[in-house]
């Protein structure tokens, strides 16, 4: 049995991205949901698919449901096609959309195709995670939950010792001499 491995790019950012594997006769479905997986955004939104070309050009549309818009030719259902059934040269690509409204867009590329399933996976699998991807909802840190120990830790939010808000003099400093560029410095003569 086939299994395909995709890339699945963040649109904004390619250096953002998951590989994912499924096997050729799992659903569109299932992708949908392993893409979902990867960049940790949670299912309550609508979705398609789109085959595309190396030119990123949107074409026959794989969707969730079909959606109360106006389509050319009536779109594939996602539990239905199989992704091999789609899979049309050894590169192929898909364009992904997720939340119509916030319209994140994912670039799909097909990077390789083994015979052998790797029995320590359940398929369909996140297999790599590069940088750090977008957050569904508002802000994500560098280090996640840890930011706000961190905060806590060395208590960020108020001035420390020996450093003024802005604003606030601390007495120490003449501002004159702040000011001046080394070649005024009269002690570098």
Not at 18 to 44: G, M, P, T
Not at 89 to 112: A, R, T
């Amino acid at each position: 049995m086939a299994v395909l491995k995709f890339r699945v790019y963040f649109e904004e950012d390619d250096s953002v991205y998951r590989d994912v594997v499924v096997k050729h006769n799992q659903f569109f479905l299932d992708l949908h949901q392993v893409i979902l997986k990867a960049y940790e955004f949670d299912s309550k939104h609508q979705a398609t698919f789109f085959r595309s070309n190396d030119l990123w050009q949107r074409g026959r549309e794989i969707s969730l449901e079909k959606y109360d818009k106006e389509y050319k030719v009536a779109p594939l259902l996602m539990a239905e096609t199989t992704i091999g059934s789609e899979i049309k040269n050894p590169n192929q690509k898909f364009v992904y959309l997720y939340d119509f409204v916030k319209n994140w867009s994912f670039l799909v590329e097909l990077i390789h195709v083994s015979k052998e399933e790797n029995i320590k996976l359940e398929y369909p699998a996140v297999v790599k995670t590069e940088s750090i991807g977008p957050s569904q909802y508002g802000t994500r840190g560098l280090i996640g939950d840890k930011l706000a120990e961190v905060e806590e830790k060395y208590d960020l939010n108020q001035s420390a010792e020996g450093f003024s808000e802005v604003g606030e003099d601390n007495g120490d400093v003449d501002t004159e001499e702040e000011e001046m560029g080394p070649e005024e410095d009269p002690a570098l003569e």
